[in-house]
Nanobody
């Protein structure tokens, strides 16, 4: 089990920057991957970025590549998402998620992740 708590969301204008954090606590397993997903109003939740916890290898969705950067601080068990050059279409609830084991599921797939945070709202105005 693990508790994931996101923070850092807010309201800002297009072109701005924001950093989201996700603190993992009460962890009882070794993390395989941790990732960020988002869900815009009226849309399905979509993959944003993920990081292999032990190696630090990252993978970003094409829609955010070059603007968003996922990172982690292993010592603090904290995941980050640095978001730059934000656009109105980035408006969504952002969720962090943790995977406890390697499976055949893609690292971009929701079902790969066992545990989810409650989400933090990011609103970008034009």
């Amino acid at each position: 089990q693990v508790q994931l708590v996101e923070s850092g969301g807010g309201l800002l204008q297009a072109g701005g920057s924001l950093r989201l954090s996700c603190a993992a606590s009460r962890r009882s397993f070794e993390i395989d991957f941790m990732g960020w997903f988002r869900q815009a109003p009226g849309k399905e939740r979509e993959f944003v970025a993920t990081i292999h916890w032990s190696s630090g290898s990252t993978f970003h969705a094409d829609s955010v590549k070059g603007r968003f950067t996922i990172s982690r601080d292993s010592a603090k068990d904290t995941l980050y998402l640095q978001m730059n050059s934000l656009k109105p279409e980035d408006t969504a609830v952002y969720y962090c998620a943790a995977s406890s084991r390697a499976t055949a599921d893609l690292i971009t797939a929701e079902r790969r992740y066992d545990f989810w945070g409650q989400g933090t709202q990011v609103t970008v105005s034009s």
